[in-house]
């Protein structure tokens, strides 16, 4: 055999090996994820395009949580868009908020349609797990089959609904002000990011309200609330910009400032800086 014929084939054996190794490896990548997820697919209850409550547009967005079914707790979140259901999902470790995820969870759906996950939305629909689906669960049918409410539970925004409130609060139950980013980081603002708004209950340090801005211009007044909270009641306050669609991912050149202290429901022309580079 010529030397040249050699190295050919030396060459084509050394690239089948290369590319082998790297497919085995992805698949056991894959095959890693599917077992810390939960994966399936999302569909619309038919019932609810003939009574007209259902109105699903390809720039809706599917907000997808996995939820302690102990808890009530949202422990996971990851947005899907653009909707076209039926359409296959997957959600699960690597959208768990840099928690530590194990055993089952209640999964629920939530179109979206103007950026505010928990403000309803005509047209908007909600679906949920009749039980707890366990992680490495494939081929779970989500079955979206009511009108969205305005909670995680969809249920009438009363009590201590998890997760409820908005920008349409009325002052009292509301904060708003200003959002500017600090100085020295303002070169790290491109414009074309998203602005995310959250309150924090202070003790059990989970998200009690959610805003995300699709257009934001600095600095950027906002208003965010708790409809069904004593007015009284103070909160932690975080604000950060959102260049990857998932908020509680840290991508590169994102910023976010987060209160020193909580603060009151009521709060107005609240001077909020965005003061640090976002990381997890």
């Known amino acids: 055999?010529?030397?040249r014929t050699v190295v050919i084939v030396v060459g084509i054996v050394v690239f089948a090996v290369g590319l082998t190794y790297a497919l085995l490896r992805e698949v056991r990548r894959e095959e890693a994820q599917?077992?810390?997820?939960v994966s399936g697919r999302v569909v619309v209850d038919e019932a609810l395009y003939r009574r007209g409550v259902a109105d699903i547009v390809k720039t809706d967005r599917l907000a997808l949580f996995l939820v302690d079914p102990q808890t009530r707790e949202a422990v996971a979140l990851r947005f899907e868009s653009p909707l076209v259901p039926p359409q296959a999902i997957r959600i699960g470790q690597e959208d768990a908020q840099g928690r530590s995820l194990s055993g089952a969870y209640?999964?629920?759906g939530i179109t979206d349609k103007d950026g505010?996950?928990?403000?309803?939305?005509p047209g908007e629909v909600y679906g949920r797990s009749s039980k707890p689906v366990a992680l490495g669960s494939e081929a779970v049918e989500l079955v979206l089959n009511e009108g969205f409410r305005g909670t995680l539970f969809n249920e009438q925004p009363s009590g201590q609904?998890?997760?409820?409130g908005g920008s349409e609060t009325d002052a009292t139950h509301s904060i708003s002000g200003t959002a500017r980013v600090a100085d020295d980081l303002a070169d790290r603002v491109r414009g074309d990011e998203r602005l995310v708004v959250l309150l924090f209950d202070p003790e059990a340090s989970r998200p009690v309200a959610f805003r995300i801005m699709d257009s934001?211009?600095?600095p950027q007044a906002f208003r965010i609330g708790v409809a069904d909270a004593d007015p009284s009641a103070a909160f932690e306050l975080r604000?950060?910009?959102?260049?990857?669609?998932d908020p509680f991912n840290a991508a590169p050149g994102e910023v976010i400032g987060r209160s020193s202290q909580p603060?009151?429901?009521g709060t107005e022309g609240l001077e909020f800086v965005l003061d640090e580079a976002y990381q997890r």
């Open 1 to 3: 055999m010529k030397p």
């Open 34 to 37: 599917l077992q810390r997820s």
């Open 106 to 108: 209640i999964l629920v």
């Open 116 to 121: 505010e996950i928990f403000r309803s939305t």
């Open 161 to 164: 609904g998890p997760m409820t």
């Open 216 to 218: 934001v211009t600095f």
């Open 239 to 245: 604000i950060l910009t959102d260049r990857d669609n």
């Open 263 to 265: 603060v009151p429901l």
